[in-house]
């Protein structure tokens, strides 16, 4: 790992999310459900430089290996992200985030008028588009900002 | 989950619209060998906002196939008034019919409610989303009035909340049709309508002013601008003028043009061209009955052979 990555400590065990767009990280966990609620130790840097993105964001998630489903969803907020899964201080898998066919339950339709929005006994389902993701109900399209729209708390 | 509910007008092949449109003008041919196709079977109208051409027409066309209707009746006097939600309206009434119409104010109802039943569903109307039954009369109409290959469509009023002209232009990418839209700048058609037109290759023109296309238009497809949309009266005045269709304005057009209007109409056609060879929106509207029936007919019909 590079001196800038440094800047928060190395972790024994767990995953490292690498590359995420700079003002992400927040979302991020967000997007993992991580609040450290479960006593996890989580770190982040963020606005660090970066060769690739100029400008980028780093979370450490100790004690934790993310699933695929979890890496598909990170690439609709950090789509030039790297995981690498950490044990006993070396990275043993490291691999680029792939975009999901769709996603469930994970975003709220912008479209106050969608029927999702109408407390029906449904989840939010969206399919993923060229440049963003599209409600699988109303055909609302997100492109920007979808970090604004998901489903949980930051 | 069933395939055959009518959702989206976006999923309507070719040979699904021409299947049922052939249904149709047999229908209208000799609908006395129509009369006691299905005796017995009941259509639910579930409306959850005011309708009356659609509702009135597909109580028709299911009693003219010799079935029978039940109706929820206004919202205010049904079980939603209590907060009983879609999912559970429609899970019960798929047990009282063989197939049910539904019209609700909020995009994607149609969608949803599908997912929660094993009858056919018709979407008669969801929000400013689709609504393809309409579809399939509109195009009933323009291919008895010109055919349905090398037109062009001009479709003009509020195409960003009009649902009507959203399943109209995506049913017309299955066509060899120029489709030229015309509103204002504020009403035009959504993105996701025109995200669909760009990946089927449409051929897409948008306009704000109907002057620069109304010669060359085979058909032109009039909905009414909403003036409950403005947030501003004034902005409303400035467009609607516009967008008002008159003998005077028809001046321009080909002899053989035919306007349309899904109606109810306001003031975007005026009376006097009801007595001109243009007006087809009348036709148009008893068009529905044929329509409705093939599609209702097609419908039931693969429900009893699917075993129901």
């Known amino acids: 790992m590079s001196d800038h990555e440094l800047r928060v400590s190395k972790i024994r065990n767990g995953t490292v999310i690498d590359h995420v767009a700079a003002g992400q990280a927040l979302n991020v966990l967000a997007i993992l459900g991580i609040d450290g609620s479960e006593g996890e130790g989580v770190s982040i840097g963020m606005n660090v430089p970066s060769d690739r993105l100029g400008r980028k964001d780093v979370v450490k998630v100790e004690d934790r290996e993310l699933s695929q489903s979890e890496v598909e969803v990170l690439s609709l907020i950090a789509p030039e992200a790297s995981i690498n899964i950490i044990r006993d201080y070396d990275v043993v898998e490291k691999s680029r985030v792939d975009r999901p066919d769709g996603v469930v339950g994970l975003l709220s339709c912008p479209n106050r008028n969608c029927i999702t929005n109408d407390g029906e006994p449904i989840a939010s389902k969206f399919t993923v588009v060229d440049d963003g993701v599209r409600c699988a109900y109303c055909d609302s399209i997100i492109r920007d900002g979808i970090a604004d729209h998901l489903d949980v708390q930051t | 989950m069933r395939q055959d509910h009518l959702i989206s007008a976006a999923n309507l092949s070719r040979e699904r619209i021409e299947a049922v449109l052939d249904r149709a003008a047999a229908i209208d041919a000799d609908p006395a060998a129509y009369r006691q196709r299905h005796a017995g079977a009941v259509l639910a109208l579930c409306f959850f906002e005011p309708s009356t051409r659609t509702k009135m027409s597909f109580d028709t066309a299911m009693k003219r196939l010799g079935g029978t209707t039940v109706d929820m009746g206004t919202v205010e006097s049904s079980s939603v008034k209590k907060g009983e939600t879609l999912a559970d309206t429609v899970r019960v009434v798929e047990g009282y019919a063989d197939a049910i119409v539904l019209r609700h104010p909020s995009e994607g109802a149609a969608k949803m409610a599908s997912e929660f039943v094993d009858v056919p569903l018709v979407n008669a109307g969801d929000g400013a989303g689709q609504h393809p039954s309409q579809t399939l009369l ?58 669909d037109l760009h990946e089927a290759g449409a051929q897409v023109r948008e306009h704000t002013d109907l002057d620069e296309v109304l010669p060359e238009l085979d058909v032109l497809y009039v909905t009414r601008i909403q003036r409950e949309r403005f947030p501003d009266e004034n902005e409303y005045r400035a467009v609607a003028g516009q967008y008002r269709i008159d003998s005077e304005t028809l001046d321009a057009a080909r002899d053989d043009l035919s306007v349309m209007h899904p109606l109810p109409r306001v003031d975007e056609i005026a009376p006097e061209v009801d007595e001109t060879q243009y007006a087809t929106y009348f036709e148009q509207a008893h068009n529905g009955i044929p329509v409705r029936m093939a599609l209702l007919d097609g419908l039931l019909t693969r429900a009893t052979e699917g075993g129901r």
């Open chain 2, 138 to 195: 509109d195009l009933y109409t323009i291919r008895e009035r010109a055919g349905l290959d090398d037109l062009s469509v001009g479709i003009m009023g509020d195409l960003k909340y009009g649902r009507t002209v959203h399943s109209l232009a995506h049913a017309l990418t299955n066509f060899d049709v120029r489709q030229h839209f015309i509103s204002p700048e504020s009403l035009r058609l959504p993105r996701n309508v025109r995200f």
